[in-house]
């Protein structure tokens, strides 16, 4: 699915914040690649997903990796007042001249939701966008 396809590298420093109660480290999001693979380097606490409207924290695994699947999970970071914080994520996704759309498998008998757009354009329209909770565009 990801031959020749576009990947990116993030990572992501937040420093201690005493009024970690008014700031933000990333707003809430979801991920608009096919995959994400974070890791969390230094097992302090900021990672949290959206669950049944609540702001669920995400335990620090130590070496582990947290996978994300398309843009099916809606999560922020947090600032910590006392530790600095430190993650890297690795997001891949098609070619980008590759058409995004439908399986026509899964649209045979009801009508299509989504239009057939260019990786190209999906890219486009997200960096006009503004992360502001799960659906970007």
């Not at 608009?32 to 606490?45: D, H």
């Not at 669920?56 to 947090?78: D, K, L, M, T, Y």
């Not at 890297?88 to 057939?116: Q, R, S, W």
């Amino acid at each position: 699915m990801f031959d020749d396809g576009t990947q990116g590298l993030r990572m992501n420093f937040y420093p201690p914040c005493v009024l970690a109660n008014k700031f933000m480290g990333l707003t809430p999001h979801s991920d608009a690649t096919g995959l994400t693979l974070l890791v969390q380097m230094n097992n302090v606490k900021g990672l949290q997903i959206r669950k049944n409207g609540k702001w669920v924290p995400v335990n620090p695994i130590p070496s582990a990796f947290i996978i994300n699947i398309g843009n099916i999970i809606e999560h922020r970071a947090v600032v910590n007042p006392e530790k600095q914080r430190l993650s890297i994520g690795a997001f891949h996704g098609p070619h980008i001249k590759a058409m995004i759309c439908p399986l026509p498998d899964l649209v045979k008998e009801t009508k299509v939701n989504y239009k057939t757009i260019s990786h190209e354009d999906y890219i486009r329209l997200l960096l006009k966008s503004k992360l502001d909770g799960k659906s970007q565009i």
